[in-house]
Nanobody, 128 residues
Framework: QAQLVESGGGLVQAGGSLTLGCAPSGGTLSLGTMAWFRQAPGKERESVAA????????YYADFVKGRFTISRDHVKRTMYLQMTSLKPEDTAIYYC?????????????????????WGQGTQVTVSS
């Protein structure tokens, strides 16, 4: 059964950068829309960014605009999240998710209900 696998989490100082990756493993997933979410201790899961796999349309949560960039590599079938100017409040477990939907609205793309497949998450810790 196919699953999503995240990579690239770790510990970084405030102001630093980190790049996360997400790729399907063990099978084939229909990659219509993919997204990154995060969940900090004691908080609800929130959207970070999303993209449509074919057209490459991107969507961002307001709090990451200008700092994070979502992208994908068709050949490697991998989605990335480049994070810069990291802040301690960015500390969370980051999850990737995928949906077969190819033309979501922005609200749908940044909502959890669209996504059928989720990774196990990767920890990002930003020290002050």
């Amino acid at each position: 059964q196919a699953q999503l696998v995240e990579s690239g989490g770790g510990l970084v100082q405030a102001g630093g950068s980190l790049t996360l990756g997400c790729a399907p493993s063990g099978g084939t997933l229909s990659l219509g829309t993919m997204a990154w979410f995060r969940q900090a201790p004691g908080k609800e899961r929130e959207s970070v960014a999303a993209l449509t796999w074919v057209e490459g349309f991107t969507y961002y949560a307001d709090f990451v605009k200008g700092r994070f960039t979502i992208s994908r590599d068709h050949v490697k079938r991998t989605m990335y999240l480049q994070m810069t100017s990291l802040k301690p409040e960015d500390t969370a477990i980051y999850y990737c998710a995928s949906s077969p939907a190819r033309t979501p609205t922005a609200d749908q793309a940044l909502g959890t209900r669209l996504y059928l497949d989720w990774g196990q998450g990767t920890q990002v810790t930003v020290s002050s």
